[in-house]
């Protein structure tokens, strides 16, 4: 059974990085998937972050492309997400996830984290 | 960017109900969709994927269909724990996108 669990900071000051870590169990991240991260903002829809290959290819939403980036730890079984220059509009439930059937490029996700509650506030 | 939009956004409904939601793509995307169900304070729940294909261990009361810029999410007997909000995503570009969601609550 695939499991991952999302860890980091709830509070995050303005103007600073956002720093998330998912631990995947019963499934290697070193295989044929996508890891993603998804976001909720607090009584809002959800809004995909990005994806990355096993091989380290990363797919980002381009609303983010410049302050987002993506990481694979195989030696951990986890990958990550680093979110620069954060404001309160970064304030969200963060999701990571599995892929699942994918075009191309990107996924529906099968397996989800119970997501972390990440507030940007001084 | 392509833009799903769901309709509708909120919709009561009784147990027993036949209910179905709408997503439309505003270019097309094949069958790349998926559906998920979300209840409050919980992670997304995959449904449906590639527009048509349940999820293993989804309820077979769920469908999807669809094809190109229109889809639909249908469940033929709405059942208690079927209350929840429902979320449709495309996945044929390189961003990726969701619907804004459909509330079904309890008549």
């Known amino acids: 059974q695939v499991q991952l669990q999302e860890s980091g900071p709830g509070l995050v000051k303005p103007s600073e990085t956002l720093s998330l870590t998912c631990a995947v169990s019963?499934?290697?991240?070193?295989?044929?998937?996508?890891w993603g991260w998804i976001r909720q903002p607090p009584g809002k829809g959800l809004e995909w972050l990005g994806s990355?290959?096993?091989?380290?290819?990363?797919y980002y939403n381009p609303s983010l492309k410049s302050r987002v980036t993506m990481s694979l730890d195989t030696s951990k079984n986890q990958f990550s997400l680093k979110l620069s220059s954060v404001t309160a509009a970064d304030t969200a439930v963060y999701y990571c996830?599995?892929?699942?059937?994918?075009?191309?490029?990107?996924?529906?996700?099968?397996?989800w984290g119970q997501g972390t509650l990440v507030t940007v506030s001084s | 960017d392509i833009q799903l939009t769901q309709s509708p956004s909120f919709l009561s409904a009784s147990v027993g109900d036949r209910v179905t939601i709408t997503c439309r793509a505003s270019?097309?995307?094949?069958?790349?969709l998926a559906w998920y169900q979300q209840k409050p304070g919980k992670a997304p729940k995959l449904l449906i994927y590639?527009?048509?294909t349940l999820q293993s261990g989804v309820p077979s009361r769920f469908s999807g269909s669809g094809y190109g810029t229109e889809f639909t999410l249908t469940i033929s007997s709405l059942q208690p724990e079927d209350f929840a909000t429902y979320y449709c995503?495309?996945?044929?570009?390189?961003?990726?996108?969701f619907g804004g969601g459909t509330k079904v609550e309890i008549k």
């Open positions: 996830a599995r892929s699942g059937y994918c075009s191309s490029t990107t996924c529906s996700f099968d397996y």
């Open positions: 019963g499934y290697s991240v070193n295989s044929n998937y996508y």
């Open positions: 590639a527009a048509s």
């Open positions: 270019q097309g995307i094949s069958s790349y």
């Open positions: 995503q495309q996945f044929n570009s390189y961003l990726s996108t």
């Open positions: 990355i290959y096993h091989s380290g290819t990363t």
